[in-house]
């Protein structure tokens, strides 16, 4: 496999964390890198103040930053745009025959566009073919869920496909990577807690529920429980931490559940997908675990770190996934690569 | 009023906060100081390393510490014990007539001792007459929650009155102050959360249960309703935030709760006891508080501060308070000066 | 004393502590608050986004903000304006007869403006009239220095006339706070150090010399010692710390310099102005003072505190002030202050 | 190469760091893990309080811990006991015929104890002799310096061989993990900075002046030029970031102390050792660089990254390594390394 492929909103922190995961990918050729008009024409290493803790990668310093519309050659396209801006831009590109895997939120709750975890509903990639007769593009957007979201449904996916799911309770504790580079400024959150991020726990009510859902006659009936989420930034880089609590329809041992959360699989694993975590559910027995420091980056970031698990008619539990790998950028690469094996490109 | 008071434990941090609350009390009159035998013997200002960001009163520099046993004159002890030092030590006190106003767990859960919030169970201080029978002291011992129970327990009580609770889930984001100076090494926090804490969620989960239960016939009947806690550690130094789902027996308007929530008022505040907030609850409409730097402190760090209050059948909120001054040691003041109003003493 | 006051930038965090500082002044009635078009025409509590850990003050909350721009009453404008607009607009105000000061740095370096800290230079203020001859101004501006300078100098000051400075080093670890509300992102701070804050270190290499400096003929004469700086910003809300080494003409003892330093007293001392720390300069003898959380409210944030003091042919110590309160807001507070009372206003 | 080694002081964090390191060492073959009576007969997993934030290898888990005292199998021992007790221990071990590769301060100023950067000092190894002779041993102790040393040192010694050094003058802004896992409480240091670190001044001015020596005769005729250091803790995890003032003899262009630092090479450089960083020092560019968090691990953490150099007479930069590797483990490895290569063990 051999791909050529693009970020836009290269500059940006969830640009950065594509460009990072990209570079000596085995399957995909990073090509072209497009930011804003301010940015376009100068070499990336100008154009980007970088702001992660490894370096730039050699490869794309001097790579020439284009303008974010359609022109440059590049099979898939990963977005990292803000979503009022991917709102008009994504389309353009479908339109142009370009596949683009999105981590903006303009597109997730369309009702032809797949909202896409891969070890969680990867059949949901058949909307695709709706989607272009609908909208007679010979690209497509793809996406995949907010960070918070992500987190969430890996570890409770495998718990209601055995268990069955009546209602669920969330507060997450979120870094403020989630905000994007300049999202939190430091004098709102050193030695404090934000009891508040704005659009969040609406995402994280719903998104949940398409995925689980079930794709009949090209629409998704999406899953009927009641989730009721709590959003607080905490003073934390990496990393978003939730609380759960989990109303189940039957009533299955403990271990049970680890079990069944341990053995999750799902498609990339079975495809062995370059960037598929090779356990995408990690169960901690210690009681002060996950934690965010210490468990963020399980699996190169890639994997859901559960703990805590308690409870019994109704389940108790802390989870922790890294919120810009898992959370978004790792998530959109995973997209795409079983779209690519999947030959759905 | 004038009565002489000492503080046990007095060189911790929570002793700290009693002699720092206790520093020009109208009432109260701080003459004695004990700690461990180590401390025994030398000015206060040698055995303390005072922490607090408030220099320590010039008052307290020049006392002799004494060891933390029966002797030394005064009407009522503050304990700023560790819970198993507490168990031996709080009863030989009561025995010989202290009055020992007690932030340890110990006793806390003991069938004749009070678990006291003055504004939400004052009457539970007729335990004391019991508690002197049963146990042939002079003296008594009350006990305040623990902090997160208390800060829990003030803006639910006006709730469960007026509206009836059949279940209460909750989170915490704690401050390290809670665990004591060196309870929370800065390795284990500087951007972490930590998602455990030692036998705080079953505090959490029992301690309100006495304090809205009914006392009949010399017994707390402990009310009935279930309560499942998850207890966070986060990188904050004062005030603890809690996320709360309630699912209520009636349906009343946000805006009923609210009220209800403002308009609380209770003993402390009828009689005007020297600690107590003007307003115990206070509601905030903003999106974004309660905060824990910005909102530890109202009301001198008694008042719990509400917000983000919303649902219909089951309703969330937010909540913070300040877990060493309405938390602990500004509740076992509250409590003393109820007791000493009441004569109690 | 009794005169009209206004607050120009008013709803930046320099804004919301001048604010803060003039509620119950004795002597200046806060009637005006000023900002940008966008915010003209709301009421205060609109228009500002109060982040200090204190609650808006009661009295504020319905002044109708204006623009800034001369035309409201006033006898004394604080401008807590940008430095680039502060260029522009204060001179604007200063020709229409109101007495400008001023936390900007536009002016600060300027020949025929005072750049003021009571207890060292108050006799610059004689620099206003030529100013106003020189400008043919009405009214005038006075200047603070950089939050930085303000507590390198005040401690200083009394060393520098005592023992004579040859040669200062200095490395500063300096708060977020002094960025501004938004200037500093919690990505960019969070278990981080930034080793460099622009144009900081040329500041405080260059306004100490001013201050120091003596004012004959009309002009100031700049003190001639060298001074080297580096600037880091350090995750700590408000507190600036000092590292000084420090090489001294003569060879005092310790002793000597800790009460040159614990009896500093200058101008606002004598006169008593209502801002004036009793004690400017406070001395500790423990070997880990000052802190910055500990330490920077001490004299309600006016005084600076100094400690490790050591060394003999080359003096080291370290030394902390509140950035915003004794380096910001409080300083042009006080410098106003002593122009009331000598009748320059 | 083949050597079996051991760690004592296994289970504390630079314990934890050595074993981190010593796992899939191509030389080494991890053997043996001591630490205290308590720990001894547990296996390492269950002795050992895991704080990093990669996994504990799955090769030591099951190790039985042996109590710190001669009689277990091992070439090299690697001490990361604390100095009071390596003083009594590391001596035991040496006249039992171990080499003890010691991170502990106890030995390193002794006369006949190398003290040791394989880049800097690598010929001081010849001491081993001496110490041998002296002491009638069969094994040695090599010692590698306080971190804030090491890290000192690197970029320190390539200016001091060029150029000359009159005087230096040093503030370090050191991270919590420089005291060990409970160390630092964080209510000591979140939102706050300590300008004191017991001892460690007196190590930072002291122990370069021996590396730098020559040795002679079988003594080390330590160097002469002064050092004033100042040291701060702040809330940082790793990375200690140094300003510094250096004064020299002779005055280079700026460019020629920057080619000067980033071709420094070494010993370890020369024979590739396998800790060896492939370019000690590297100067950056960028004026907000080095940071703590962006710049603590370049080369697997074993490289001092130096920034804004600037000055004239006098120069003025800013440094940053990672403490507990470059300033502890790696460094204590990188001496074994050197010995092993030059069949001194």
Same mark, same amino acid.
């Given at each position: 496999?051999?791909?050529?492929?693009? @970020?836009?909103?290269?500059?940006?922190?969830?640009?950065?964390?594509?460009?990072?995961?990209?570079?000596?990918?085995?399957?995909?050729?990073?090509?072209?890198?497009?930011?804003?008009?301010?940015?376009?024409?100068?070499?990336?290493?100008?154009?980007?103040?970088?702001?992660?803790?490894?370096?730039?990668?050699?490869?794309?310093?001097?790579?020439?930053?284009?303008?974010?519309?359609?022109?440059?050659?590049?099979?898939?396209?990963?977005?990292?745009?803000?979503?009022?801006?991917?709102?008009?831009?994504?389309?353009?590109?479908?339109?142009?025959?370009?596949? @683009?895997?999105?981590?903006?939120?303009?597109?997730?709750?369309?009702?032809?566009?797949? #909202?896409?975890?891969?070890?969680?509903?990867?059949?949901?990639?058949? #909307?695709?073919?709706?989607?272009?007769?609908?909208?007679?593009?010979?690209?497509?957007?793809?996406?995949?869920?907010?960070?918070?979201?992500?987190? #969430?449904?890996?570890?409770?996916?495998?718990?209601?496909?055995?268990?069955?799911?009546?209602?669920?309770?969330?507060?997450?504790?979120?870094?403020?990577?989630?905000?994007?580079?300049?999202?939190?400024?430091?004098?709102?959150?050193?030695?404090?807690?934000?009891?508040?991020?704005?659009?969040?726990?609406?995402?994280?009510?719903?998104?949940?529920?398409?995925?689980?859902?079930?794709?009949?006659?090209?629409?998704?009936?999406?899953?009927?429980?009641?989730?009721?989420?709590?959003?607080?930034?905490?003073?934390?880089?990496?990393?978003?931490?939730?609380?759960?609590?989990?109303?189940?329809?039957?009533?299955?041992?403990?271990?049970?559940?680890?079990?069944?959360?341990?053995?999750?699989?799902?498609?990339?694993?079975?495809?062995?997908?370059?960037?598929?975590?090779? &356990?995408?559910?990690?169960?901690?027995?210690?009681?002060?675990?996950? &934690?965010?420091?210490?468990?963020?980056?399980?699996?190169?970031?890639?994997?859901?770190?559960?703990?805590?698990?308690?409870?019994?008619?109704?389940?108790?539990?802390?989870?922790?996934?890294?919120?810009?790998?898992?959370?978004?950028?790792?998530?959109?690469? #995973?997209?795409?690569?079983?779209?690519?094996?999947? &030959?759905?490109?």
């Amino acid at each position: 496999m051999n791909l050529d492929v693009g @970020v836009i909103g290269a500059t940006g922190m969830v640009g950065q964390r594509f460009i990072s995961l990209l570079t000596d990918h085995p399957w995909f050729n990073l090509t072209a890198l497009a930011a804003s008009e301010r940015s376009a024409g100068k070499k990336y290493s100008e154009a980007a103040n970088w702001v992660l803790d490894t370096e730039m990668p050699e490869s794309v310093r001097d790579i020439e930053v284009v303008e974010t519309q359609p022109g440059f050659e590049a099979d898939i396209i990963f977005s990292a745009l803000p979503s009022n801006i991917a709102r008009e831009v994504e389309p353009k590109f479908a339109e142009q025959g370009y596949t @683009v895997a999105s981590n903006a939120s303009a597109y997730r709750m369309a009702e032809d566009v797949p #909202l896409l975890i891969p070890e969680v509903n990867p059949e949901h990639i058949d #909307l695709i073919d709706i989607q272009r007769e609908n909208r007679g593009w010979d690209g497509a957007i793809i996406t995949n869920p907010n960070c918070s979201s992500i987190i #969430l449904t890996l570890p409770v996916t495998p718990i209601a496909r055995e268990f069955g799911i009546k209602n669920l309770r969330v507060a997450t504790l979120q870094a403020v990577s989630g905000a994007g580079y300049t999202g939190v400024p430091s004098m709102a959150i050193v030695d404090n807690v934000i009891p508040y991020i704005g659009g969040e726990e609406d995402k994280v009510e719903t998104e949940i529920q398409k995925m689980l859902g079930d794709l009949q006659n090209g629409e998704i009936k999406h899953k009927d429980f009641k989730i009721k989420a709590t959003c607080n930034r905490v003073p934390v880089i990496d990393g978003h931490l939730e609380n759960l609590w989990i109303e189940l329809e039957e009533k299955p041992e403990l271990e049970e559940i680890k079990k069944t959360m341990n053995n999750f699989q799902g498609e990339p694993q079975k495809l062995d997908l370059p960037t598929a975590p090779k &356990q995408p559910v990690i169960v901690r027995e210690e009681n002060d675990r996950p &934690q965010s420091r210490l468990d963020r980056n399980k699996q190169k970031g890639m994997a859901v770190t559960a703990g805590r698990i308690r409870g019994d008619e109704e389940i108790q539990m802390t989870i922790l996934g890294h919120n810009t790998i898992r959370g978004a950028a790792g998530a959109s690469i #995973l997209n795409a690569e079983l779209l690519a094996k999947k &030959q759905k490109i």
